[in-house]
């Protein structure tokens, strides 16, 4: 079947590491979508593609950055990691033309 | 999008019906009306979503009154596993010019169904 994925579904990091978190979907849909969750806040966007090379900022991009080489993956990036950026983080996929956004299961980020 | 506003918790007994009202007062003609619901640590699940008619699938109905300013989600029969943050989002279709930016999830609904 095909799904949507989120990799790792737990992390630790150090303040000032580089961390990629990984999200893959089957569905070769063109959207996709990167939100972190905290208390509080709800769901806000951090980036979002259209497709292949396309990337967009969100509400809440700084600090963050994201590349799309394919139709499957948009890893996410927090270049420089801050105690400010723990949090657990969703990844969304949409088709082309369409509302109807899915969610993989999450992970959670602790920066330390 | 139109701001939305739904009761911060509900509760409900198992096996009965759970009706999650919302209302969209200011929705444009073009603006669809979303559910989606967070069962607690997973990721926000699709429900279901219309325009200006009742719809219903495998998970739920959704009723949207005539002058569309507000709605109401069913769920039939209700379940233990049912317990979520439900959350109800007013959106233009992207068929109609909107844009595939993210969705805007408010506080939503806590509902929590009762043994």
């Known amino acids: 079947d095909a799904e949507i994925t989120q990799s790792p579904r737990h992390k630790i990091t150090e303040t000032g590491r580089q961390v990629t978190l990984a999200c893959h979907q089957t569905w070769n849909h063109n959207n996709m979508f990167w939100y972190r969750q905290d208390l509080g806040h709800g769901l806000r966007l951090i980036h979002y593609s259209y497709g292949v090379q396309d990337t967009n900022k969100g509400e809440v991009s700084d600090g963050y950055s994201v590349s799309r080489s394919n139709t499957e993956d948009l890893p996410l990036t927090l270049e420089s990691a801050a105690s400010s950026q723990t949090s657990v983080y969703f990844c969304?996929?949409?088709?082309?033309?369409?509302?109807?956004?899915?969610f993989g299961p999450g992970t959670r980020l602790l920066v330390l | 999008d139109a701001k939305t506003t739904q009761p911060t918790s509900m509760d409900c007994a198992e096996g009965r019906a759970a009706n999650l009202p919302c209302n969209h007062s200011?929705?444009?003609?073009?603006?669809?009306v979303y559910w989606y619901r967070q069962i607690h640590s997973q990721g926000p699940q699709y429900i279901i979503h219309g325009l200006k008619n009742n719809e219903t699938n495998e998970m739920a109905s959704l009723i949207i009154t005539e002058d569309r300013k507000s709605s109401t989600l069913i769920l039939p029969h209700a379940t233990l596993r049912d317990t979520a943050v439900y959350y109800c989002i007013v959106r233009e279709n992207l068929s109609t010019g909107g844009g595939a930016d993210g969705l805007t999830f408010g506080k939503g609904t806590h509902l929590i169904i009762q043994p």
């Open positions: 969304a996929s949409s088709e082309a033309g369409q509302e109807t956004q899915y």
């Open positions: 200011t929705i444009s003609g073009n603006e669809y």
